[in-house]
Each structure stands twice: as C-alpha cells, then as structure tokens.
C-alpha cells in the first residue's frame, strides 16, 4: 500500500512542528561527518548525537511511536530526514525511502552500494524496529495502560544506534565492497510485521544477504557487558565477531534464539543473523522506560561495535556460512545450556585427609587414612608426614593435591615417621587427569576447544583455565582432534600457552602442573 501525497505532507509537517517544540533535539543540527578511514569514522559516533536521537524519538510528543500514528510517521519522517542530510540513498521502490505494507505502516531502507563490482550485489543488513506500543494496552504493556511509553531503550536506542552506523558508514571512504542496507523497520510491536513483510517482498532476493545484524535494546548496558545471540547461526561466527570486538565489551554470548525481534524472519530464510541486545529490565514495555535512565555511552560502545562488524563482513573475502542445526537450538538461553559432561568429582585417589593448620606451615601431616584405600594398602598412617610425591618434593599443599591428581598410577611416597624417612610404593586409584580440565567440541566453533568443567583444586584451575573459555591454541599450536589435544596436553611437562577468548575477549594463560600459590584452605581430603 502506497501512502497518499496528503500523508507524506502530513508527517513532514508533523516532523517540523516536533523538531519546532523540542529547540535542543537533533533535527536542528548540521551534521559535519569526516570522512575517510574506518577509525576515524567510529570516532564519529558521539554520545551527543545518540543522546538527540534517543530524545527525539521517545519524546512524550510522539506519544509513543505505535506504528500507523501520527507519532509513528513523524518518527519515521525524522529519521529519513537524518539519512538525508548524511547522505544516504533510498533503498525502496521508485527511488522512495518507504516500503509501505498493510494497513498503513512503513519500513524505512536505504543503502550503502558496494565499491567491489563483484561483490556488490551480496549484502550486509543492519537494522532495527523504530515503532514501540504508543499508550499500551492490555496485550503490550506490562505498566499502567494509557500513559504514554515512550521507549526510551524499546527501541529508540536501536534505532538511534542504527542511524549513527548508517551515517558513519555513509563516509566510510572507499565504501565497503559489499553493498550494505540498512533497515528501521515498522509494526515490530505488532508481531514483526515489518520484517516479516520485507522477507516477503524483499528489495533484493533474501538469498543475496549474507549477513543481518539486529540492534534492539542496546541502551542499558551494564559496565563493559551486553548478550549478543544468534553467534550459533554460522560456523565460526563466535570468533568472527570477537575479532572486531576492539572496544573490548565484555559479550555475553547467549545460546538462546528466540522469535522476538526482527532478527528471526531472516533467520527462518537461512540468513545467519544476530541480535544485539543489553537485557531486559524492570521499564520494560512500561511507562518508565524513559530517557533519564539510558546509558548513552553504551549505545556508544555498541554502535562502534556494530559499525565495526558491518564493514568486516562486507570487506571479508568469505563470510560464515548458515548452520543447519542452528534450526533446532531455538528456546531459552537456559533450555540451551551447553551440553556437557557432569561435574568433575575429585577423585579419592589416595584416601588421606592431612591437617590444615600445618599444611598452612608447608607440612603435610596425615590425620586420617580411609580404610581400604590407597593409602592404607601402601601402609601410611596418621601422624605421618609426606615429603616427597612421585619424587617431587611436596611443601605448598596446593602442589599436592596438583600431585595427586595428575600422577601416574604406581608411585613412590618419601614420608617421614617418628625420626625416620621410608619410601612406600603406592598404587593410586583411578587414571590421571593431568591438567584438571574438561572441553567439548562444537560445530559452530571449528577448530576451537570449549572449556566444560575443571576440577577444583586442578592445575587448570590455579592457573586460570575457567568454564566457558574457547582455547583456540595450545602451545602455538591448533590440534586437528581431541585426541592430538589430549596428547598435547599429556606429553607435556612444562608449561602450555593458551591462547583463548572468553566473553569476546582475548588473552593467553600458561597452564602449569605446579605452581607455589598459596591459597586458604579447609582440611582436604584426597
């Protein structure tokens, strides 16, 4: 459905009247954009210009910006008039910036063209929904029906986040090689309407978007955190997007994928897609969800982010490609935990507890043998102090229960009884663990070891080694399997370097099989 002439005047009207009512926000502006390299472009994202859009759009005037209102088409009239000035091109029909659906509601595109003659007719999508839920009502607030909500971080921080990317991108000289569209999309309130029409009718066949980036709700972000979903649609997109993480955000990397923002009908047509997000809160589709509580640096931080992905993927020489599987791992991040081994229960292997207070003083004096185990079979007793284990020398009772755990199955244990020291063969119960770690490999991260579960008191654990960690080599090294990993780790008596990511982030830990940290600790048993 086309709008009529009478309308589009309506809404550019409506637009300057607003813009007249509120002298600080940024229809006033003249926007000044440097052009040139990517860092210099990020720099343009400013909290001051996030901070006029953010007020723009969830001002009371616009009464909420429900899609199909005179709030919603002034919303819509003042972003176009942004990708104007930026100089963007309108990405719709006959040159126009609207996509129009049923019963009276728009899309908004324009795009960036490719500067690769090849490569340009694939695209990269960067998107968010500009409409919220008006006064509410009995199906869409979760606050006082009839007040204004005006959507502060629902979703004008998306969009304002969104229209910063567009302009950045839009001086981004050269362009990216693949054409870049960028999307506001209408009715997402109503049940993704917007969206869900465009993959209907779409500019340019679905199958030509290689990439979707979904920014909704991107201003509440907690200090250097936000969940980022949706990394599980493409093989290796995990570390894909890490490798862009420059501002060091602390990402959340959730396994839930849910049909809740626009992000899903791309996903349903095999697009792998994301979805930015800084959690839900307390104003959530409520009246209070008001500018005075956004984190505008953040919409900063993410933005860059966001900025920074776009042009990745529409410079990279090949992108990662659609994960079927990822079809069947829809549901709640908590329904989607990672499937892994049980916990890791300290193997018994000797059966002593050894006395606090002086493993505290570097001594490990025996309090009390299991009878039946390992320990009593070889002949230690209470009161007996251990020396040496497996001919290391033991003081740090840290370096012990390491000892313990990691040692081969047939020892020999120096202990001191009375004045004399005697050597006793012991035989251990059950295998070695060596470093104390266990991983899992997954399609959607090829090449890359997710850390599962490590044992407390492990040499993994003293040396940093934590649940949720991608160790993406080993000794400088990528091993093909788990098997060449388990030998890596087993052959190796000194110290490994990991190279690992973890929330985003990348860093190197050297894992050791002793350390002399000293840590509090209970009387332990083994």
């Known amino acids: 459905m086309r709008q009529s002439i009478v309308e589009r005047t309506l809404s550019q009207l409506l637009l300057a009247v607003l813009s ?136 004008a921080s998306g969009s304002s986040g969104v229209l910063e990317v567009a302009e950045a991108l839009a001086s981004l000289k050269p362009a990216p090689k693949r054409s870049i569209l960028i999307a506001f999309w ?65 990402i959340d990397f959730t396994r839930g994928y849910r049909p809740d923002s626009d992000h899903y009908p791309f996903f349903e047509r095999n697009v792998p897609s994301l979805m930015f997000h800084t959690g839900k809160h307390d104003d959530y589709h409520k009246s209070s969800d008001d500018v005075d509580k956004i984190n505008v640096d953040g919409i900063r931080n993410v933005s860059q982010f966001m900025l920074r992905l776009a042009v990745a993927a529409a410079n990279a020489e090949t992108l990662p490609k659609f994960r079927p599987r990822s079809k069947a791992e829809i549901g709640d991040a908590e329904q989607l935990a990672a499937v892994a081994p049980g916990n890791i229960r300290q193997p018994s292997r000797l059966g002593i ?6 493993s505290e003083e570097r001594r490990i004096v025996i309090t009390r043998v299991m009878p039946g185990s390992p320990a009593d079979n070889a002949g230690l007793r209470p009161g007996d102090e251990i020396l040496e284990f497996d001919l290391e020398p033991v003081s740090e009772h840290e370096d012990f229960r390491a000892l313990v755990l990691t040692a081969g199955r047939k020892i020999k244990v120096l202990i001191k009884r009375g004045d004399e020291k005697q050597t006793l063969d012991v035989e251990l119960r059950g295998q070695p663990v060596v470093f104390g770690f266990q991983w899992q490999r997954d399609d959607a991260e090829p090449d890359v070891f997710s850390v599962t579960r490590v044992l407390p008191g492990s040499p993994a654990e003293r040396s940093g080694v934590k649940p949720g960690q991608r160790i993406l080599k080993a000794a400088d090294q990528v091993p093909k399997d788990e098997e060449a990993f388990r030998q890596l780790l087993a052959k190796t008596r000194g110290p490994i370097k990991l190279d690992i990511e973890f929330n985003g982030l990348f860093n190197e830990l050297e894992l050791n099989r002793l350390q002399t940290a000293r840590r509090d600790s209970a009387t332990t048993t083994k």
Do not use: C
């Not at 990517?38 to 953010?54: P, Q, Y």
């Not at 759009?57 to 930026?86: F, H």
């Not at 507890?353 to 002086?358: I, K, M, P, R, T």
């Open 353 to 358: 507890s050894y006395d606090a207070e002086l």
């Open 186 to 250: 209408d009715g997402e309130e109503k049940g993704l309407l917007g969206s869900k029409f465009y993959v209907d009718s779409p500019l340019v066949p679905v199958e030509q978007t290689k990439f979707h980036i979904n920014a909704d709700m991107i201003g509440r972000l907690a200090p250097g955190r936000f969940e980022l979903s949706g990394w599980r649609t493409a093989f290796g997109m995990r570390q894909f997007l890490a490798r862009e993480n420059t501002g060091k955000l602390e």
């Open 20 to 155: 007249l009512a509120a002298p600080t926000f940024a229809a006033e502006r003249v926007i000044i954009r440097p052009s040139g390299s990517l860092d210099k472009v990020a720099e343009s994202i400013t909290t001051a210009e996030l901070l006029d859009h953010v007020k723009f759009l969830a001002s009371d005037t616009l009464e909420g910006r429900e899609a199909g209102t005179q709030g919603g088409y002034a919303a819509g009239a003042y972003i176009v008039e942004e990708l104007r000035k930026a100089g963007l091109k309108p990405a719709a029909e006959d040159g126009d910036w609207y996509q129009y659906f049923y019963p009276n509601f728009r899309n908004i595109l324009a795009v960036i063209p490719g500067s690769d003659e090849a490569l340009r007719r694939e695209y990269v999508l960067v998107g968010g929904h500009y409409d919220h839920v008006g006064y509410g009502n009995q199906f869409n607030s979760r606050g006082t029906i009839g007040l204004i909500h005006n959507g502060a971080d629902d979703n």
